[in-house]
């Protein structure tokens, strides 16, 4: 679609030329053509690029991160990912996107930026042995979905601690620990035998 788009202004351009050089406005025109084409070929690299990183296949496009699309296979109803992967409590085409965006003003902007340094380390850095998240994990990711859920709200463990869950004065990850089971993925532990999110 963006190609088609661009394909037409350079021939309009290309048609108009001859028209628009004979006069002065015309060739301001021209000159502004000219001048918006790049930008928008560029806003449109910048939406496929933004759209196309939210891609869980992009995400576990890296060697470092196949372990972590594995444990979305394990078979193991502890393991964060695996269930809410498993049971489609969040969009598959999205799964890292949807756990790992922050729900909150500039959440998304904040997400791409901590992705392109993960991409920056994969190509210029030293890759850790086990990536660790740029910041620890905060309560609202869970909640956004979870927070006025039935099962969250009638879990007799959540009851006396709801406000403090609220508040992230307690995380989440204090009783749900295991966020990818890559002791699982190790044994080799699937639900399915080929996992390929």
């Not at 003003?105 to 340094?117: E, H, I, P, Q, T």
């Amino acid at each position: 679609m963006i190609v088609i788009a661009v394909a037409v202004l350079v021939s309009l351009i290309a048609f108009a030329a001859g028209v628009l050089t004979a006069s002065r406005l015309g060739r301001l025109v021209l000159l502004a053509g000219l001048a918006l084409l790049p930008l928008v070929v560029t806003g449109a690299g910048v939406a496929v690029g933004v759209r196309e990183s939210s891609q869980t296949q992009f995400c576990l496009g890296c060697h470092e991160m196949e372990p972590y699309g594995q444990s979305l296979f394990v078979d193991n109803a502890t393991s964060l990912a695996a269930v809410h992967y498993q049971k489609r409590l969040i969009s598959r085409d999205s799964t890292c996107y949807a756990c790992h965006t922050d729900y909150a003003l500039f959440g998304d902007a904040k997400a791409k930026f901590n992705g392109l340094k993960h991409v920056w380390v994969h190509y210029f850095g030293t890759i850790p042995e086990r990536p660790k998240l740029y910041q620890p994990y905060p309560n609202y990711n869970c909640l956004h979905c979870h927070g006025d859920a039935r099962s969250f709200l009638e879990a007799s463990a959540h009851q006396d601690i709801r406000a403090e869950l609220q508040s992230g004065a307690r995380s989440c990850l204090t009783c749900h620990d295991l966020a990818h089971d890559l002791e699982g993925v190790k044994a080799r532990n699937f639900w399915l035998p080929e996992p390929r999110p």
